[in-house]
């Protein structure tokens, strides 16, 4: 939920490339993903993202952060209870 939260902000993350962060980060549109469990890869994720300016991340980081917003949520529940299947009883 940080990286989400972060984003919700316009700011970009910078991830390592495993678990909940390859859900909810878009490589090169709302942060970078680094691959070692490192400090130098760390850093190289850091200098990736601060090489470009924070405006250009910003509206897609807050657009990516919207998939996980309250009106995605009550959308999605909304398609899940009129399905086929749950008004079958399936």
Do not use: Y
Not at 70 to 78: H, K, M, T
């Amino acid at each position: 939920i940080v990286a989400v939260e972060a984003q919700a902000c316009g700011l970009p993350v910078v991830a390592r490339a495993c678990g909940g962060a390859v859900d909810t980060v878009k490589p090169g549109e709302s942060g970078v993903f680094f691959e070692e469990a490192s400090a130098e890869s760390l850093l190289a994720g850091i200098e990736r993202a601060t090489a470009t300016p924070a405006e250009v991340w910003e509206p897609a980081c807050r657009e990516n952060a919207e998939r996980f917003g309250e009106a995605a949520f009550d959308e999605a529940i909304r398609g899940w209870i009129a399905s086929p299947v749950v008004r079958s009883g399936r």
